[in-house]
């Protein structure tokens, strides 16, 4: 027997491994979640490629300069008016939130550290660095100041059209291509319909419409003519087009509208809409530091309300949160008062922070109570809440929880207890409540 002819070699020896020296690993040896994982990359990468590198979102970085947040003149005044007839005491940190929820009422005095130069529209506050962008903003927004616009009855245009030129945006008619006022026509509509598009844009969305019902539709429409009259010559001015218009206050009235500074004053609202975005950013940056820590507005309305003798006064302790109102306060002399006055007087002195409903138990003791709060004897607080007259009168919940009694009998105060079980709380939605009647009054009057 031939011993050769056994292979005692083990069976996994004899199969190619599939790897050596120098052989690189075919790709269909990986596991499927790496080839899945691998794809998706490439995906990516393909992605990222193809992306437009013209719609990436440009980083404009905030203008340099040093922008002041006070209040508006004409918001102020309306405020000091709506305070001058109220007796409750209010957070000066509250109303000056009035005035920086609403960009309306907050004026800006913005400081450029460069040599950067606005230019302002008088009429409206509109601001920019260039003076084309101001006059362009006069001539289409303050147009109706000085033209009255009318429609006027025309003969139909004459003349063989082949085709008609139509707003593929809004569908009108614009005529045909050939007529001799066809580009003041698309300026018209352009400065009318569409202001913030430029012309070449616009004209890239005009069509040529070969119809002939559209032809005659387009005749019917030409008919009525827009044309502009002076309102400095009454009756007798001439109607122009709007092209000729806008030429006039080019020449007339831009030259005076339009006003060249260093230092801007304008309110947020426009700053905000501004076309210069260096302008706006640093402008938002500065409203949102001041909504933080309100510093700069506060200061400025304590010196608008002690300009008008408003009284301040700082609650708990000297650190306390300061409150202003147009009440002179003194103490109450209770020795010397009637016993009704005396009552309730001695009550809120006991029970600070007590609420109406606690102090009141019918007709003449709120009559009492308001006399007391008329007079500057008892600090009414906005939020509903009475405090005794002293250096610092105490205000806040944690007052109400050392005491929480009620001047009314005990038959009554007890329903009271049930119908309010959290004064605390109600004193800071009645705060809230009477700083909105202020907001909504005073946007009413602003408006």
Avoid at 288 to 308: I, K, N, T, V
Avoid at 382 to 387: I, V
Wanted: net charge positive; with cysteine; proline share 5%.
């Amino acid at each position: 027997m031939d011993i050769g002819v056994f292979d005692f070699t083990p069976a996994w020896a004899k199969k190619d491994a599939g790897v050596s020296i120098g052989k690189i690993r075919n790709e269909s040896n990986e596991r499927p979640e790496r080839k899945a994982l691998k794809k998706s990359f490439d995906r990516s990468n393909d992605r990222k490629a193809r992306r437009d590198v013209s719609q990436r979102r440009e980083f404009t970085p905030p203008l340099d300069a040093d922008v002041k947040v006070l209040p508006d003149t004409k918001a102020l005044g309306t405020i000091i008016r709506k305070l001058q007839n109220d007796s409750h005491a209010y957070k000066l940190k509250d109303l000056a939130y009035f005035f920086l929820d609403n960009p309306s009422s907050i004026l800006l005095k913005v400081m450029p550290k460069d040599e950067t130069v606005f230019f302002q529209c008088k009429a409206c506050s509109f601001a920019s660095t260039s003076r084309d962008e101001v006059v362009a903003h006069v001539v289409s927004s303050h147009i109706n100041d000085y033209y009255d616009v009318k429609e006027v009855e025309t003969e139909p245009p004459s003349g063989n059209f082949n085709s008609v030129a139509r707003c593929s945006i809004s569908g009108i008619l614009l005529g045909p291509p050939n007529i001799h006022d066809f580009n003041s026509v698309i300026k018209e509509v352009l400065a009318v319909r569409f202001p913030n598009m430029s012309e070449e844009e616009y004209r890239s969305k005009i069509e040529i419409v070969r119809d002939e019902a559209l032809i005659n539709e387009w005749r019917a429409q030409a008919t009525k003519k827009t044309l502009y009259f002076s309102k400095s010559e009454g009756g007798s001015a001439a109607g122009i087009t709007r092209e000729q218009a806008e030429g006039e206050i080019k020449r007339n009235f831009a030259p005076s509208l339009v006003q060249r500074q260093k230092n801007l004053m304008i309110t947020a609202d426009k700053a905000l809409s501004s076309p210069v975005k260096s302008l706006a950013k640093a402008v938002r940056i500065a409203i949102d530091r001041e909504r933080r820590a309100p510093q700069s507005m506060c200061y400025a309305l304590h010196g608008a309300f002690h300009h008008r003798k408003f009284n301040f006064f700082r609650v708990n302790d000297s650190r306390g949160q300061e409150f202003v109102s147009r009440t002179e306060y003194k103490v109450f002399d209770s020795k010397h008062a009637i016993e009704e006055l005396r009552k309730i007087a001695d009550f809120i002195e006991q029970n600070p922070c007590s609420m109406k409903n606690e102090i009141v138990t019918d007709s003449d003791s709120e009559k009492q109570l308001n006399w007391l709060v008329s007079t500057g004897h008892v600090v009414a607080f906005s939020n509903g809440a009475f405090s005794a007259v002293e250096k610092f009168p105490k205000y806040g919940p944690q007052w109400r929880r050392k005491t929480g009694k009620s001047l009314k009998p005990a038959k009554d105060a007890a329903p009271a207890e049930a119908e309010n079980p959290a004064p605390e709380a109600g004193q800071a939605d009645a705060e809230n409540n009477a700083i909105g009647n202020i907001k909504d009054e005073s946007s009413t009057e602003l408006a």
